[in-house]
């Protein structure tokens, strides 16, 4: 079946650096789009970056610049290295298949459990 398993968050201090992992399996990979989203507390679930099948990538106006999103086809893995790591930036962080490329929770129809990432001032 399909899955889709978040790893690599943690507790960094503003400034630092984390990188995500998402280990997927159970469907043709490098044929779908892959995104990352992320939700606060209270907050709906938000858009942070996409990387489509032929590895071309989109990103949120907030992130660009500080977070890169790329995938490794050999290994159905889509990475996430995140700069420059602000408080804001604290959330559960999701993985998700993508229906197609999109920015929407909407075009995503297989999510991880997420990752907790917090940034402390």
């Known amino acids: 079946q399909v899955q889709v398993v978040e790893s690599g968050g943690g507790l960094v201090q503003a400034g630092g650096s984390l990188r995500l992992s998402c280990a997927a399996s159970?469907?043709?990979?490098?044929?779908?789009?892959m995104g990352w989203f992320r939700q606060a507390p209270g907050k709906e679930r938000e858009f942070v970056a996409g990387?489509?099948?032929?590895?071309?990538?989109y990103y949120a106006d907030f992130v660009k610049g500080r977070f890169t999103i790329s995938r490794d086809n050999a290994k159905n893995t889509v990475l996430l290295q995140m700069d420059s790591l602000k408080p804001e930036d604290t959330a559960v962080y999701y993985c998700?298949?993508?229906?197609?490329?999109?920015?929407?929770?909407?075009?995503?129809?297989?999510w991880g459990q997420g990752t907790q990432v917090t940034v402390s001032s």
């Open positions: 990387v489509r099948s032929g590895g071309n990538t």
């Open positions: 998700a298949r993508g229906l197609y490329s999109s920015t929407s929770p909407r075009g995503y129809d297989y």
């Open positions: 159970g469907f043709a990979f490098s044929a779908y789009p």
